[in-house]
């Protein structure tokens, strides 16, 4: 079945470093892979997605990375700061069937 | 004040008894999505609809079900066939205008005794 996964549960990095959380997602007809940051308590908040015929996007302090080949998808955040402190998803959608479906997550941790 | 209201955010029942969730929008959306969010996991699709009198089993359907009678609401029932119903339910939207944006309710954690 579908499945969207990542390598690490949580990273821990210094305020200031650039970060990158990386998945492994196993569905290769999605059309649309996306990211998600979710603060405690709250929902998930979308942060910035990609269509499957493209290799990286980039967005403000953000970029996602995708690669096809070994289906990899990264987000990379420059100059981390504090309030970047959340877990973060990575999702995939079919837009056909309109089907959302998350990752386990990574626990980004920033540290002053 | 447009958004998606989840009520209640804590709700406690006793095993064996069914139990409604509630989620309202008045974003004008038209899809709607029921995920299940367990401590330190990830969110897992339960049931989803993409238009009204319409909806889908997502990955972790048994012992859930939902209605769409209004564009505005899509309810999820917890049943007693629901073996381990304790977590954090959320409901989200998303409008077929800006295809990966999902928009989240605030959540409702379920606790059965």
């Known amino acids: 079945g579908e499945s969207v996964g990542l390598h690490l549960p949580t990273l821990s990095v210094q305020e200031g470093d650039n970060s990158i959380i990386n998945c492994a997602y196993s569905n290769s007809a999605s059309d649309y892979f996306i990211w998600y940051k979710q603060e405690s308590g709250k929902g998930p908040q979308f942060i910035i997605d990609i269509r499957s015929n493209m290799d990286k996007r980039q967005g403000q302090r953000v970029t996602v990375l995708l690669n096809k080949t070994v289906k990899h998808l990264s987000l990379q955040i420059a100059a981390t700061q504090p309030g970047d402190s959340a877990v973060y998803f990575c999702?995939?959608?079919?837009?056909?069937?309109?089907?959302?479906?998350f990752g386990t997550g990574t626990r980004l941790l920033v540290s002053p | 004040d447009g958004g998606i209201t989840q009520s209640p955010k804590y709700l406690f029942r006793k095993e064996g008894q069914n139990v409604t969730l509630s989620c309202e929008q008045n974003l004008n959306h038209d899809a709607m999505y029921w995920y299940r969010q367990d401590p330190g996991q990830g969110l897992r699709l339960i049931y989803y609809s993409q238009i009204v009198n319409d909806f889908q089993k997502g990955d972790i359907a048994e012992g859930y079900s939902v209605s769409r009678e209004k564009k505005e609401s899509f309810p999820l029932t917890v049943t007693s066939a629901q073996k381990n119903p304790t977590a954090f339910y959320l409901c989200?939207?998303?409008?077929?205008?800006?295809?990966?944006?999902?928009?989240f309710g605030q959540g409702t954690r379920l606790t059965v005794v």
């Open positions: 989200a939207t998303r409008t077929r205008t800006r295809n990966t944006e999902a928009f």
């Open positions: 999702a995939e959608m079919n837009t056909g069937f309109q089907k959302l479906v």
